[in-house]
């Protein structure tokens, strides 16, 4: 009988972290599944502002050990992983590239393998103060010579090409898809969903609702039944709501906050378009848990939103510009697709069977594979 795997994953945030996204959500995906292919996975995650999150928890088959805030946590990190690897405890230490780059290689004794959701590049300037901004973008130069001998899992093409275009030699990467829990419901006829608009996803500026909201606006002046929901909480949950209030769409706009994937789920099978006008993605994967309930969405023609959306056939996708011109091409791109109910029909049926293709469980699988690989390299 082959021995269990132990692999340390570095992300900063846990499955429960009240900011966790796209990338905690494929953690925990992942590791819920790995032990059933004889994979131990122990995460190091910051502590949870202004909560009394444990030091140490179980979440779903993954243990979580929380080095405390965030000013201490990446040092944390780095001396932990350090000590722990030379004394033999881990087999395989999985970085997660989703925020600042922890540079592994340089200090594990054990092989790393790289996760790679996203990287900000200039878009981290949307995001944070530029000071941090300047950080996050400095140690991303380091990546070609730190991580030139590391194996890499991107999760789209546009990561990939992303890596290749920074140095990483494309023998070394490899695409493995991400998944989609099963919706809760089956989604309700096109033609009997209100004239709505839904936003499903973090709250932060670089997100840029705040565009879809002016395009909403655009649109209300000739559409008495449009509503919009925004699904999801984050930093500018109040800026939002009062730029909703300020154009004449606080009637028309509900914030559902954090829900329940039930909850999610029944606001968007009422949904005819979602809307994802963000600078960059990794990968889109609220695209698809939209789309598995039949709601095209109009999306940026950015990196990771180009590969979730099939442009014309699961959704739109609109090219970036000026914000003032950006809303526009938005609002046009909104107001075709509601405008014609049998293409939004058509296209509602296309986005269900595309969605069908991403699967939790092979992803898992391929992950088991390429963690026994790399645990078994010279």
Not at 48 to 57: F, I, L, M, Q, Y
Not at 60 to 70: I, K, S, T
Not at 217 to 236: H, N, T
Not at 341 to 356: D, Y
Request: hydrophobic letters at 45%; a neutral charge.
């Amino acid at each position: 009988m082959a021995a269990r795997l132990r692999v340390l994953v570095l992300n900063e945030r846990d499955p429960l972290h009240p900011k966790a996204g796209g990338a905690e959500i494929h953690v925990a995906e992942i590791a819920k599944r790995l032990p059933r292919h004889g994979i131990d996975m122990t995460q190091l995650a910051c502590a949870h502002p202004g909560t009394r999150a444990p030091a140490v928890e179980e979440i779903e088959g993954m243990h979580v050990r929380r080095l405390g805030p965030l000013p201490l946590y990446y040092p944390r990190v780095v001396a932990t992983t350090a000590r722990e690897t030379r004394a033999g405890a881990w087999d395989v230490v999985v970085e997660c590239l989703n925020k600042v780059p922890f540079c592994a290689r340089a200090y594990s004794a054990a092989p790393v393998l790289a996760v790679n959701h996203h990287l900000f590049g200039r878009s981290a300037f949307a995001q944070a103060a530029w000071p941090i901004a300047a950080g996050v973008v400095l140690i991303e130069r380091l990546i070609p010579r730190v991580y030139r001998d590391v194996p890499f899992l991107a999760i789209s093409e546009s990561s990939r090409r992303d890596l290749v275009a920074r140095g990483i030699a494309e023998a070394h990467i490899e695409l493995n898809s991400l998944g989609i829990a099963p919706p809760t419901r089956e989604p309700t006829p096109v033609s009997e969903r209100p004239q709505r608009i839904a936003y499903l996803g973090r709250l932060e500026r670089y997100k840029r609702v705040d565009l879809l909201v002016r395009a909403c606006a655009q649109l209300a002046r000739q559409r008495p039944d449009l509503e919009l929901v925004i699904v999801g909480r984050g930093g500018e949950s109040a800026r939002l709501e009062a730029l909703a209030k300020e154009l004449g769409l606080g009637d028309r706009t509900h914030f559902t906050g954090f829900v329940s994937d039930t909850e999610r789920d029944t606001w968007l099978a009422g949904t005819r378009v979602a809307v994802c006008p963000s600078l960059k993605e990794g990968w889109g994967l609220t695209v698809i848990e939209c789309n598995a309930l039949g709601v095209p969405v109009v999306a940026t023609d950015a990196p990771g939103l180009r590969d979730a959306v099939r442009a014309e056939e699961t959704g739109l996708l609109v090219q970036d510009g000026p914000p003032e011109v950006f809303v526009e091409r938005l609002a046009a791109s909104l107001g075709s697709l509601l405008d014609e109910p049998e293409r939004l029909a058509e296209m509602a049926s296309a986005a269900r069977a595309w969605s069908r293709r991403f699967d939790w469980d092979a992803s898992a699988e391929h992950m088991a594979e390429a963690l026994r690989k790399r645990a078994a390299a010279p």
